[in-house]
């Protein structure tokens, strides 16, 4: 059984930051993508960040230079370091862990139930 516990969540006024994290259990983390995405009220989910196996990163343009994901294969756990924060990042963020199958499937997905943060003044 694969869980994603995410935590880090909060309220802050704009300008400041908060640090995310997703641990995960069972044996996957090591071999999967991981990734942060985003949900505000009456939008959909995008995605924020990912990052590979390898710790190659990809953000959304709109937190590119103050958004910073990261792995640490050790704890099992990827963080997303958010400075700069904005009203429009207020959003529940989720974790996602892709795991690869072989023969050309799609990768499994799994998702964590999500961290709520709220950027206000």
């Known amino acids: 059984q694969v869980q994603l516990v995410e935590s880090g969540g909060g309220l802050v006024q704009p300008g400041g930051s908060l640090r995310l994290s997703c641990a995960a259990s069972?044996?996957?983390?090591?071999?999967?993508?991981m990734g942060w995405f985003r949900e505000a009220p009456g939008k959909q989910r995008e995605l924020v960040a990912t990052i590979t196996t390898a710790g190659s990163t990809n953000y959304v343009d709109s937190v590119k230079g103050r958004f910073t994901i990261s792995r640490d294969n050790a704890k099992n756990t990827v963080y997303l370091q958010m400075n700069s924060l904005k009203s429009e990042d207020t959003a529940v963020y989720y974790c996602?862990?892709?795991?690869?199958?072989?023969?050309?499937?799609?990768?499994?997905?799994?998702w964590g139930q999500g961290t709520q943060v709220t950027v206000s003044s």
């Open positions: 069972g044996s996957i983390f090591r071999i999967s993508a």
């Open positions: 996602k862990a892709s795991r690869p199958q072989l023969f050309g499937l799609r990768p499994i997905d799994y």
